[in-house]
């Protein structure tokens, strides 16, 4: 089996345009949350979202083809071009056919969907774009960066809700390990904050409705806590076979060593009892990293801020790592950024490599009181922790009981 490594990092999100404005802001604790401004939500019941800040994707990409590119895809795009120029790649040098592109997104293009079909029910299908199928399909994040890059390697776009980022990383570690891909470049994609998706995760009770106090509503573990917060972002990796990325002096951040992905087969969107199904993906993972339960030094949960998630995925934790889970070091990076959907799992990546980089887990914000499945463990809460890490897992868990955990290993050659 090949060994597969992490060469490139690329990101936009409510706290930062790139990976090292968003890494710097979350060392300081900063809230990405705030009231919604880009539609009148005077009719919703929410009002608040993690929405990104000054956004001016013609800096990045080709005006022209912005038209064309729903702004997911625009996200995922501004995130790869990041990820590429990090990872110093010259795809000219590179055997095109062995690049390949795997990008996780759990709706997609809902923006185009809901102005095209206000305009199909004002207007008639005549005045529909021909446009919107490619720039509405979750898929043409990985399509459109092929085609940008003129890559010829497995490409195809994973959707798993909430979980869509870490099963595209997953894949695309496999796709290396396994041998049919050198490079892969994949993370997670997601522009959800609209009007009616907004409606429809509100009318589900599943969001937060601290709308006078918006930095405080995501608040992962937390007693008070009410929902998770809607949020827009993107993550892009630069994975690498391990020898090629050397042979080329590539900067490394660190190892990809297990995957686990099981399902709950249990409800469309709570998580089965005991988490039994994240506890099996975290096993997964360990088992496939070949290393022991005590082994593992930080987990970036899925931390949502939502009843059942942050209960069970705290009472799997604890069946997991027995009595190692009281020094296993925990935060929640979406206390600050919110929930990113699709892209969640791709962002926290991101921030599990910095950390092992950095040698620094970063705090979870607006956790004042600790729910009782919490007790006993060590979730960094008032400081930013200054630690070695050698593992680390990355949970996320999404509606329709899809579980998804990746394990990275700091790289030693």
């Known amino acids: 089996m090949k060994r597969v490594v992490v060469t490139g990092l690329g990101a936009i999100t409510p706290i930062g345009n790139d990976v090292r404005t968003t890494w710097d802001n979350l060392i300081a604790g900063k809230s990405g949350i705030d009231l919604i401004k880009s539609f009148d939500t005077s009719q919703h019941t929410v009002k608040i979202a993690g929405e990104i800040k000054d956004f001016q994707p013609e800096t990045r990409i080709e005006p022209k083809s912005l038209k064309r590119l729903d702004r997911c895809v625009q996200l995922s795009l501004w995130a790869t071009i990041e990820a590429v120029e990090d990872a110093k790649l010259d795809f000219n ?221 705290m009472v799997a934790t604890k069946n997991l790592f027995a009595d190692h889970s009281k020094t296993l070091l925990i935060n929640a990076t979406k206390s600050m950024i919110g929930h990113t959907l699709g892209a969640a799992g791709a962002i926290e990546a991101f921030v599990v490599l910095y950390s092992i980089e950095h040698g620094l887990v970063h705090k979870t914000i607006n956790l004042d009181d600790p729910i009782d499945e919490a007790a006993g463990l060590d979730i960094v809460i008032s400081e930013p922790r200054k630690v070695t890490i050698n593992y680390a897992l990355s949970n996320s868990l999404g509606f329709g009981g899809h579980n998804a955990t990746l394990c990275y290993k700091s790289y030693s050659g």
């Open 93 to 313: 040098v590179c055997d095109k056919s062995r690049v390949g592109v795997i990008i996780g997104s759990g709706i997609g293009g809902l923006a185009t969907w809901e102005r095209e079909h206000t305009k199909f029910i004002e207007r008639g299908p005549s005045k529909v774009s021909p446009f919107l199928i490619p720039m509405m399909i979750p898929d043409m994040t990985s399509g459109y960066i092929a085609i940008y890059y003129n890559l010829g390697g497995p490409n195809y776009s994973t959707v798993s809700a909430c979980a869509s980022g870490a099963h595209a990383i997953g894949d695309a570690f496999r796709a290396i390990r396994n041998g049919d891909a050198d490079i892969m470049i994949s993370g997670g994609a997601e522009a959800s904050v609209t009007p009616f998706a907004l409606a429809g995760f509100s009318n589900m009770r599943a969001l937060s409705r601290r709308n006078d106090d918006p930095q405080k509503a995501s608040r992962p573990f937390d007693k008070a806590r009410d929902g998770f917060v809607l949020a827009e972002g993107a993550a892009t990796l630069i994975l690498e076979e391990m020898e090629m990325a050397k042979k080329r002096g590539a900067k490394i951040y660190g190892e990809i060593v297990g995957f686990g992905a099981t399902g709950d087969g249990y409800h469309i969107t709570a998580p089965a009892p005991e988490g039994e199904g994240a506890r099996r993906a975290m096993a997964r993972a360990i088992q496939e990293a070949g290393c022991k339960v005590g082994d593992i030094d930080y987990l970036n949960t899925h931390g949502t801020s939502t009843e059942l998630n942050d209960k069970y995925e």
